[in-house]
């Protein structure tokens, strides 16, 4: 018998949950996503539950999404890339719309 098959089957479910979990590659690029539309001030930020925009640190997080695109071709789902794909895009669009606003003060 294993050291896997002496374990209690409770740990093995948790184990087993946390696993499905933390490969959820969609739910990791929202969250990232959320971080960029707080920094764009598109939603408010959930301590504050104010709009607080910051360009420089909403460009950061899309520019890292871009990396994760970039360092992952090839090896995603269709649906996770298309997700991916559509985020940035929209995240990108926001950005130049935003950097616009500013410019414009």
């Known amino acids: 018998m294993s050291e896997e098959d002496k374990r209690p089957e409770e ?3 948790i ?3 946390l696993k499905d979990a933390g490969n959820d590659f969609s739910m990791f690029i929202t969250g990232l996503s959320m971080q960029a539309l707080i920094s764009l001030g598109e ?3 959930p301590v504050s539950n104010k709009k607080e925009p910051n360009l420089n640190q909403a460009k950061y997080m899309i520019d890292t999404l871009g990396m ?3 360092k992952t071709k090839g090896n995603l ?3 996770e890339e298309k997700v991916l794909e559509g985020m940035l895009y929209n995240l990108r669009m926001k950005y130049l719309e935003s950097s616009k606003k500013k410019e414009a003060e």
């Open 11 to 13: 740990e093995k479910q």
């Open 15 to 17: 184990d087993e949950a």
């Open 43 to 45: 939603i408010p930020h």
């Open 68 to 70: 994760i695109k970039e």
């Open 77 to 79: 789902k269709p649906d």
